[in-house]
């Protein structure tokens, strides 16, 4: 097909043959000999010339014709001689780019001489074609172990029309390359032979039966030399070259223990081909510096008249990097350089296996407190930053020598050892606390962020023997100190085991439980001054099979670290609205209904989810209520914010909850579109108590009251405390007074105690 396709354009380009320049030339020719013979026998009597001009014309005729003659052989000729000189410029061109030397030989008692040699000889092999052709240059350049073999071939040519064979013939730079000669003998010329030179060095390479595809898809380079019984180079690919930083006219002819470093051949004792892996190092051509892998054993097929073997350099610089890489992944944290978790716990058990039994050993664990609002707020760009400069902190305020390790994220730890007494141990937590307290000043802005940390510790051997039991209730200690929100740090204790496997148990089960029936709705009434019942607010338990009802307070923080805060929210608007439509078909007329909500909880999901339920009930907006509680509304989102408004413009009565336990009450009032406030449970305590909580009760009341706000006391207890709010001009209250929480189906049932 291939062979088709060039005739089809060697047609296509090929001239017509009566457009080719000498075919028209003897067109011309023949045209202008016929005119001249015709036209000067019939015109030259016609002239108006004298009878003796006329004569003469007659006699000079012939010659005329001889001259049209002259003139058509040298313009034919130089047409031939312009088409001779192309061919041989292009023969010329051919022979001189060719890959193979093509020569002429004679054959001559005392051997063959070289008549004739291509101009790319000198190219391909060194040699001029004067070189080439000098007498005994071709014998001589054939390589002592081969040039009987090839003197043998050579002679049984002369009884042959054609012959193949191979051997090593001396480039001019001095090494050896395998060139496959072919000769054919001249069919006129008996003691003439044609023959060609094609350099093979490059197929022993390729079929020296080394398979490196393996390793240069693991992103190994791998290189080949060739070597002879005397361990000298005879041929190198490209990679071999690459990688060693040596030319190829380095390598040739060279013994391979010359080419590298001695020290990085110790192993090689001489004796070829050696069975194990050879580890190099040395600086390629750009002085870097490399590793390499070196095998030499024996080639599988062997070569002409000799014992030879293959060299294999592996480039494994990139591979190590990668590994060193890896192991930096592996043991350190990225963000911080830091030693990570993985490089704790081998520390920590080497530590323990090497420790005196008289020293105490300890772990300690911190995390930063709600950290996550940082990345919130300012991104978490800036969150890593603080952590960066937050951990060069820590690595000041620790001993020197002690290592800091970064276990992901927030959360650091610290390996004390050789401690003699509990109280080594507790300064230097004081010293890791202080360095949480400065402020970080925000690049660019005036702006501070104030961290506080939750710290835990384990001893050894007093809390366990091993490295991962130690860690874990460090861990346990830190938690614990987090959910006491008046201590910053906590040594391990053995109740706090018992806690955390309650927890862990309810982390595995937040996962499925809105799809069970163990999360359930209760309802706890609202009622106004005069005793009547006005709405309820709705509040949430969970039936654990195995942990009894809980309250939210024991597990909503489970739902916060799994991300499930805003689904649970979600949960909770639906099945409410599911239960007021309920009331609604039994004719029960339930007043407002609220629901508290974190800020977590205020969503995109959340505001298209009761939007949805509005459009199809407008009159569910008048009774639904949204209590958001106050201390988590001290640093909103902006797009918290957003959806607040976004609620409030659907018509949902918004209310600050547990007002007074946060720290920004006055500016919730002026920037929330809250309608009503809830008075935090401790200030109704001790109402009828204590003096100072019923001042601050009342002027709650009064201020809110002047700013148009509704006032409703959570955890009325007694009728004391429900009428110093009646007199102090409280409009709702709600508490045990009346009733604890109900169910859908009992709330609306119970008249007042």
Not at 66 to 87: D, G, M, P, Q
Not at 202 to 217: F, P, V
């Amino acid at each position: 097909m291939k062979d088709e396709r060039k005739l089809i354009i060697h047609r296509k380009w090929r001239k017509p043959f009566f457009k080719r320049p000498e075919v028209i030339l003897v067109l011309i020719y023949i045209a202008a000999a016929i005119a001249w013979e015709l036209g000067s026998k019939a015109l030259i009597p016609q002239l108006p010339l004298e009878a003796k001009t006329k004569y003469g014309l007659m006699q000079w005729e012939p010659w005329g014709f001889v001259a049209l003659s002259v003139i058509f052989l040298f313009f034919y000729t130089r047409i031939w001689v312009l088409r001779l000189k192309k061919s041989r410029e292009l023969l010329h061109n051919y022979l001189s780019n060719s890959p193979t030397v093509h020569y002429e030989l004679r054959a001559l008692e005392s051997g063959f001489r070289v008549d004739w040699v291509s101009p790319n000889c000198e190219r391909i092999m060194g040699y001029s074609p004067e070189e080439v052709m000098a007498p005994g240059w071709w014998l001589s350049n054939i390589h002592s172990n081969d040039v009987q073999v090839a003197k043998k071939t050579a002679l049984r040519g002369l009884e042959e029309d054609q012959f193949v064979y191979e051997y090593r013939f001396r480039h001019k730079q001095g090494h050896f390359v395998w060139v496959r000669d072919e000769l054919r003998r001249s069919g006129k010329r008996p003691l003439r032979f044609q023959g060609s030179w094609t350099n093979i060095s490059a197929d022993y390479i390729d079929n020296a039966n080394i398979n490196t595809g393996k390793l240069s898809e693991h992103g190994v380079l791998s290189g080949i030399a060739l070597l002879d019984n005397q361990r000298r180079v005879i041929a190198v690919d490209s990679p071999f070259t690459e990688i060693s930083g040596l030319s190829e006219a380095i390598c040739l002819n060279s013994k391979l223990e010359e080419l590298l470093a001695a020290t990085d051949i110790d192993n090689v004792d001489g004796h070829f081909p050696c069975e194990q892996s050879i580890l190099i190092v040395g600086r390629n051509a750009e002085k870097q510096r490399y590793s390499a892998i070196l095998t030499v054993r024996e080639s599988a097929n062997g070569f002409p008249g000799q014992a030879a073997y293959i060299a294999t350099l592996s480039d494994v610089t990139r591979m190590k990097l990668q590994q060193r890489q890896l192991q930096k992944l592996a043991f350190f944290n990225e963000l911080t350089g830091l030693p990570n978790r993985n490089s704790l716990s081998l520390d920590l058990a080497r530590l323990l296996d090497e420790l005196p039994s008289d020293r105490l050993a300890a772990v300690i664990v911190m995390n930063v407190d709600h950290f996550h609002q940082v990345n919130d707020r300012y991104g978490h760009h800036i969150g890593d930053k603080i952590l960066q400069r937050l951990s060069q902190r820590l690595k000041d305020a620790i001993p020197f020598g002690t290592k800091l390790y970064n276990l992901g994220g927030d959360e650091f730890a610290v390996v004390l050892n050789h401690i003699v007494e509990y109280i080594d141990i507790q300064n230097i937590i004081l010293q890791i606390q202080a360095a949480y307290e400065p402020p970080f000043l925000l690049s660019g802005s005036e702006r501070q962020v104030q961290l506080a940390a939750s710290i835990g510790a384990s001893v050894y051997p007093l809390d366990g023997y091993d490295a991962e039991k130690l860690l874990a209730q460090a861990n346990l200690a830190m938690n614990s100190a987090k959910d006491e929100h008046n201590e910053s740090n906590t040594y391990f204790k053995q109740e706090l085991e018992t806690r955390s496997y309650d927890e862990i148990q309810l982390e595995e089960d937040v996962r499925s439980v809105l799809q069970t029936e163990q999360m359930q709705l209760v309802y706890q009434p609202v009622l106004n001054m005069q005793q009547q019942m006005v709405g309820v607010e709705a509040l949430l338990r969970w039936e654990h099979p195995d942990l009894g009802t809980l309250k939210p307070d024991q597990f909503l923080p489970q739902f916060d670290a799994n991300g499930m805060l805003d689904t649970l929210g979600v949960w909770v608007v639906e099945h409410v609205i599911a239960q007021v439509d309920q009331w609604q078909q039994q004719d029960i007329v339930p007043g407002k209904i609220a629901i508290n909500l974190a800020t977590e909880q205020i969503s995109q999901q959340l505001y298209q989810t009761v939007s949805r339920f509005i459009q199809h009930n407008p009159k569910l907006a008048k009774e639904l209520e949204f209590d958001l509680s106050e201390s988590s509304l001290n640093e909103p989102l902006p797009h918290t914010l957003e959806i607040i408004e976004q609620l409030h413009q659907l018509g949902i009565t918004l209310v600050i909850d547990r007002f007074g336990k946060g720290i920004a009450s006055m500016l919730h009032l002026k920037t929330m579109p809250v309608s009503k406030i809830k008075i935090e449970r401790e200030f109704i305590r001790d109402l009828d108590t204590n003096e100072r909580s019923r001042n601050l009760v009342r002027a709650v009341i009064r201020m809110t009251s002047e700013l148009g706000l509704e006032v409703q006391a959570v955890g009325v207890e007694n009728q004391a405390q429900l009428g110093i709010l009646a007199e102090f001009g409280c409009q709702y209250w709600q508490g045990e007074l009346y009733k604890l929480p109900q169910t859908a189906d009992t709330v609306f049932t119970q008249d007042t105690n």
